[in-house]
């Protein structure tokens, strides 16, 4: 739509108006001594300068924990919807490519009113990743930047920021943020070089191979001992999907209240490590071995989720799993690498 | 509909998880509403052989109290263990890995020879009777014990995780423990505390007892990581987990 240049001062400016408005406004801010996406009380708490957050901003479309529904024992329901216009700001490109691929799984098929809900209250302020997290691998997975699915991108260039304004809803925000120019030449070269920069140096660890030959290097690893040699240490704490920006399962539950006779339905995050994930009814569980669930994980990332959003693949590389797994073994560079030196391909 | 008759019995154990339901403050008079309370003598003088629901808290050690809970049991339709001591041992089972004589000279000096104050190895109520469900953590969650206490009610298994603690450490955005190299028992603790320990700054203590089929084993591999030993691990798990 269109590209726009201002000073830190004047973007600061900005985010203090849109606290002052009638919007929830999110940002990353310092949580001890690494960061978090949370409620932004004032500008001076931004910061854009993060590495990597603990949590993805998945937590703001599909909240740890969400009410679904009320309902009377035996009786009728009434669906519960979630209503408050939201901004969020500073989501890294590998965060936003994890949103969108949700926006797509959450819309094909059953259309899932609760994320749709959230999703549309939602504007994303984007902005371009600063400095390399400690396992960041994005420019691995094609993710270092992006070119869609936000509403604004906000770029460091040094001495101001570029912001591009990229659907109404960021046009709708412009207007809080005064003293913006357009873009000149330079500035837009500015960008382009952290662009350059960024699809190279967020790679601390490398993938032997481009993303999209995942799936058919997939196809051939089912029986592969990696598996076994890694979930051997696995704890079952689901950790790495709780951590996972694009990990999207979900638990429901019913509760009562105290009167017996109305209650809610809610559902909380879940994750296919968890020993009882694949338990159906009579307590049949088909994935009993802790290896066939770290292989599931994998599999997911590489292969099933790619098939149902048109090839893409659903590890971002953000590298959250591999900092919040315990037994050090959920890193999935290290995994697709072993695979791709003892796999056969035909 | 009648109410069911409910009726709490302690037996060894500080009575923390009691006062948890004491502390319900809104919730009791709701609960009181809807159950009738027959026996419970943190709370109440009357006492009664009558009742369905039997919640026993705090752990066996002694013969008498074996016999005791045998007939609470004979007699409830449901029972209910409540709290760490009743779920797991707790800390009373910490006197399991010594030697009782020194236990009973170090806790009460020369007393120790009373007989009153001769105990057997500490055992969890599933250890002496068959308990229908458990409601762990040390002291319980208020809030945890509420909803339980109400899905029977209302004849719906209810819901306590079999999974471990980091699932909601995680949900809770706290910077893990090991990132410091810090041992934590949260991967192998059952979750549904909501993770207050780890994200107060703590490590989790394992106060709920195990997650269902814990990677002990791993656990031992996983500590050299962290430059930390099996040994480290082990003491950590004395305070809730000793046998
Ligand atoms: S699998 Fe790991 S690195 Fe990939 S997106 Fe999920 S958390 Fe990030
Ligand atoms: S975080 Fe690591 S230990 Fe935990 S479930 Fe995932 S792979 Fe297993
Ligand atoms: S579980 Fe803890 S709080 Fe509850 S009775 Fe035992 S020692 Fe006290
Ligand atoms: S701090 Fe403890 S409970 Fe939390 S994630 Fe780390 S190991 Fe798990
Ligand atoms: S975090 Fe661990 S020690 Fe703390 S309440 Fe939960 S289970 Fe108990």
Same mark, same amino acid.
């Given at each position: 739509m269109s590209v726009h240049t201002v000073t830190k001062e004047q973007f600061k400016s900005f985010v203090s108006a849109l606290i002052a408005s009638d919007r929830r406004v999110v940002g990353v801010q310092a949580k001890g001594d690494r960061f978090a996406f949370d409620d932004l009380k004032s500008a001076q708490d931004l910061r854009l300068d993060y590495d990597v957050t603990i949590l993805p901003p998945k937590k703001y479309v599909l909240p740890q924990q969400e009410n679904l529904l009320t309902f009377q024992v035996n009786g009728q329901s009434q669906s519960v919807c979630h209503q408050q216009k939201t901004v969020l700001i500073g989501v890294h490109p590998y965060d936003m490519a994890a949103i969108n691929q949700m926006d797509m799984l959450f819309s094909? %098929?059953?259309?899932?009113v609760h994320y749709m809900n959230r999703r549309k209250q939602i504007t994303v302020i984007a902005c371009d990743v600063a400095r390399p997290s400690p396992n960041v691998f994005a420019s691995s997975m094609n993710?270092?930047?992006?070119?869609? %699915?936000?509403d604004m991108l906000v770029t460091n260039i040094g001495s101001s920021y570029v912001v591009e304004v990229a659907t109404d809803k960021g046009k709708e925000l412009l207007?809080?943020?005064? %003293?913006a120019r357009d873009a000149s030449q330079n500035d837009l070269g500015a960008r382009k070089a952290v662009w350059d920069k960024n699809e190279g140096w967020l790679n601390q660890h490398k993938l032997?191979?481009?993303?999209?030959?995942l799936p058919k290097l997939l196809e051939k690893s089912y029986q592969h001992p990696v598996w076994e040699e890694k979930a051997r240490l696995c704890y079952s704490c689901g950790s790495c999907n709780q951590v996972c920006?694009?990990?999207?399962c979900f638990d429901v539950q019913d509760e009562v209240n105290w009167d017996l006779k109305t209650g809610c339905r809610y559902r909380a995050w879940d994750g296919c490590l968890l020993q009882n994930f694949a338990t159906v009814a009579g307590d049949h569980n088909f994935r009993k071995k802790r290896a066939d669930r770290f292989r599931h994980r994998l599999y997911r990332k590489g292969k099933y989720v790619p098939a149902k959003i048109d090839g893409q693949i659903a590890c971002v590389g953000c590298g959250r799993c591999i900092t919040a797994c315990t037994a050090k073994i959920a890193n999935p560079v290290e995994v697709y690498n072993e695979l791709m030196k003892r796999t056969e391909i035909g | 509909m009648t109410k069911p008759r409910v009726a709490i019995f302690d037996f060894a154990c500080c009575e923390g998880c009691q006062l948890q339901i004491v502390n319900l403050e809104e919730d009791i008079l709701k609960l009181i509403d809807v159950v009738d309370v027959v026996e419970w003598r943190e709370a109440m003088s009357e006492q009664s052989h009558e009742y369905d629901i039997a919640i026993i808290e705090g752990s066996i050690t002694r013969e008498e109290d074996e016999h005791r809970l045998e007939i609470i049991r004979s007699r409830a339709k449901i029972l209910i263990a409540l709290g760490a001591c009743a779920v797991i041992g707790g800390v009373n089972k910490m006197k399991n890995n010594f030697d009782f004589n020194e236990v009973r000279q170090c806790v009460y000096g020369k007393d120790g020879q009373m007989q009153h104050l001769n105990t057997e190895r500490t055992k969890a109520v599933d250890e002496v009777v068959q308990v229908d469900f458990k409601i762990p953590?040390?002291?319980?969650?208020g809030a945890e014990f509420a909803q339980i206490i109400r899905s029977l009610l209302v004849g719906k298994k209810p819901f306590v995780p079999d999974y471990p603690v980091c699932v909601e450490c995680k949900a809770k955005e706290t910077i893990c423990r090991y990132e410091y190299n810090q041992i934590c028992l949260g991967p192998i603790t059952r979750a549904g505390c909501g993770a207050p320990c780890p994200s107060a700054g703590w490590r989790c203590f394992g106060c709920r007892g195990m997650a269902e089929n814990p990677n002990v084993d791993a656990a031992q591999e996983v500590m050299t990581l962290y430059g930390l030993t099996v040994d480290d691990l082990k003491q950590k798990m004395v305070l809730f987990n000793s046998k």
């Amino acid at each position: 739509m269109s590209v726009h240049t201002v000073t830190k001062e004047q973007f600061k400016s900005f985010v203090s108006a849109l606290i002052a408005s009638d919007r929830r406004v999110v940002g990353v801010q310092a949580k001890g001594d690494r960061f978090a996406f949370d409620d932004l009380k004032s500008a001076q708490d931004l910061r854009l300068d993060y590495d990597v957050t603990i949590l993805p901003p998945k937590k703001y479309v599909l909240p740890q924990q969400e009410n679904l529904l009320t309902f009377q024992v035996n009786g009728q329901s009434q669906s519960v919807c979630h209503q408050q216009k939201t901004v969020l700001i500073g989501v890294h490109p590998y965060d936003m490519a994890a949103i969108n691929q949700m926006d797509m799984l959450f819309s094909q %098929g059953e259309y899932d009113v609760h994320y749709m809900n959230r999703r549309k209250q939602i504007t994303v302020i984007a902005c371009d990743v600063a400095r390399p997290s400690p396992n960041v691998f994005a420019s691995s997975m094609n993710t270092a930047t992006i070119d869609h %699915g936000y509403d604004m991108l906000v770029t460091n260039i040094g001495s101001s920021y570029v912001v591009e304004v990229a659907t109404d809803k960021g046009k709708e925000l412009l207007s809080l943020m005064n %003293g913006a120019r357009d873009a000149s030449q330079n500035d837009l070269g500015a960008r382009k070089a952290v662009w350059d920069k960024n699809e190279g140096w967020l790679n601390q660890h490398k993938l032997d191979c481009k993303p999209s030959f995942l799936p058919k290097l997939l196809e051939k690893s089912y029986q592969h001992p990696v598996w076994e040699e890694k979930a051997r240490l696995c704890y079952s704490c689901g950790s790495c999907n709780q951590v996972c920006p694009t990990c999207y399962c979900f638990d429901v539950q019913d509760e009562v209240n105290w009167d017996l006779k109305t209650g809610c339905r809610y559902r909380a995050w879940d994750g296919c490590l968890l020993q009882n994930f694949a338990t159906v009814a009579g307590d049949h569980n088909f994935r009993k071995k802790r290896a066939d669930r770290f292989r599931h994980r994998l599999y997911r990332k590489g292969k099933y989720v790619p098939a149902k959003i048109d090839g893409q693949i659903a590890c971002v590389g953000c590298g959250r799993c591999i900092t919040a797994c315990t037994a050090k073994i959920a890193n999935p560079v290290e995994v697709y690498n072993e695979l791709m030196k003892r796999t056969e391909i035909g | 509909m009648t109410k069911p008759r409910v009726a709490i019995f302690d037996f060894a154990c500080c009575e923390g998880c009691q006062l948890q339901i004491v502390n319900l403050e809104e919730d009791i008079l709701k609960l009181i509403d809807v159950v009738d309370v027959v026996e419970w003598r943190e709370a109440m003088s009357e006492q009664s052989h009558e009742y369905d629901i039997a919640i026993i808290e705090g752990s066996i050690t002694r013969e008498e109290d074996e016999h005791r809970l045998e007939i609470i049991r004979s007699r409830a339709k449901i029972l209910i263990a409540l709290g760490a001591c009743a779920v797991i041992g707790g800390v009373n089972k910490m006197k399991n890995n010594f030697d009782f004589n020194e236990v009973r000279q170090c806790v009460y000096g020369k007393d120790g020879q009373m007989q009153h104050l001769n105990t057997e190895r500490t055992k969890a109520v599933d250890e002496v009777v068959q308990v229908d469900f458990k409601i762990p953590g040390c002291p319980i969650n208020g809030a945890e014990f509420a909803q339980i206490i109400r899905s029977l009610l209302v004849g719906k298994k209810p819901f306590v995780p079999d999974y471990p603690v980091c699932v909601e450490c995680k949900a809770k955005e706290t910077i893990c423990r090991y990132e410091y190299n810090q041992i934590c028992l949260g991967p192998i603790t059952r979750a549904g505390c909501g993770a207050p320990c780890p994200s107060a700054g703590w490590r989790c203590f394992g106060c709920r007892g195990m997650a269902e089929n814990p990677n002990v084993d791993a656990a031992q591999e996983v500590m050299t990581l962290y430059g930390l030993t099996v040994d480290d691990l082990k003491q950590k798990m004395v305070l809730f987990n000793s046998k």
